[in-house]
């Protein structure tokens, strides 16, 4: 029996290999999280809901905390619903957590900060198993070089050299709170924290740090790219398995 009107948050979790991407595609055909989600959705509360996510990661591209929200009159418990819709879900595609919360609240406008991470794998023979999910570039990479480039994108600036074509942003300039290079056994994490991101700019930034990286940039070149406001004077852009969503604050 339908209840009163809520609005449902849910943490998510999921494998972006087999997608194209988070957002719903013209052509039905073509698998989405977002389309995942919502006939999971219809399934347990018998409507027909659009969710709204906190952004759109790309085709391929991963999540470990992405933020999604929909109203519902459905009378589903609040504790039950994250195991009812896993229940009918995809295996690749899991519920973490979900939680009423105000019908105000909105997963996209709501956000305060998101924090991706991307991860190398610079090791001379690439895994098998991980092909989905890191980038594997197979030379040594200077990672001091690396550190002190991403010490130079830190801040509140103008990044139109980082955002891909095809944007509907209003402007280009966001606040990247941090910046950092963790380098492990072979592996690298650039992990990124953001008032904001615009389309393809983690990628795009990983893709230049990484030419760096190679020695084909010099660390101080960043400045001189930012100031450009030209995307053809960055690096190339990432390729999407290596990307992960990984929280948004509210």
Do not use: W
């Amino acid at each position: 029996m339908a209840g009163q009107k809520r609005n449902i948050r849910l943490l998510v979790e999921y494998d972006g290999t087999f997608y194209h991407g988070f957002q719903v595609q013209d052509d039905p055909s073509l698998p989405t999280i977002q389309g995942e989600l919502e006939a999971a959705i219809k399934t347990i509360c018998g409507e027909t809901i659009r969710i709204t996510g906190s952004g759109r990661t790309d085709a391929g591209a991963h999540a470990l905390g992405q933020v999604v929200n929909f109203h519902t009159y459905s009378s589903v418990p609040i504790e039950r619903f994250g195991v009812a819709l896993n229940s009918v879900l995809p295996r690749d595609i899991r519920v973490k957590r979900a939680e009423s919360v105000p019908l105000c609240f909105h997963a996209r406008f709501d956000a305060i900060a998101k924090t991706y991470i991307y991860i190398v794998d610079y090791r001379p023979c690439a895994s098998t198993f991980l092909r989905n999910y890191v980038y594997h570039v197979p030379q040594a990479l200077d990672v001091a070089a690396l550190r002190k480039a991403a010490e130079l994108l830190v801040g509140t600036r103008d990044y139109a050299s980082f955002q891909t074509s095809g944007s509907s942003a209003r402007t280009s300039t966001r606040t990247v709170y941090d910046l950092r290079v963790e380098a492990d056994d072979g592996m690298i994490k650039f992990i990124i924290r953001a008032d904001g991101f615009l389309y393809n700019m983690v990628r795009n930034i990983v893709g230049t740090l990484l030419e760096v990286g190679k020695g084909k940039l010099m660390a101080e070149e960043m400045a001189a790219i930012l100031a450009a406001r030209d995307r053809s004077q960055a690096g190339p852009t990432a390729p999407a398995q290596g990307l992960y969503l990984v929280g948004v604050e509210y």
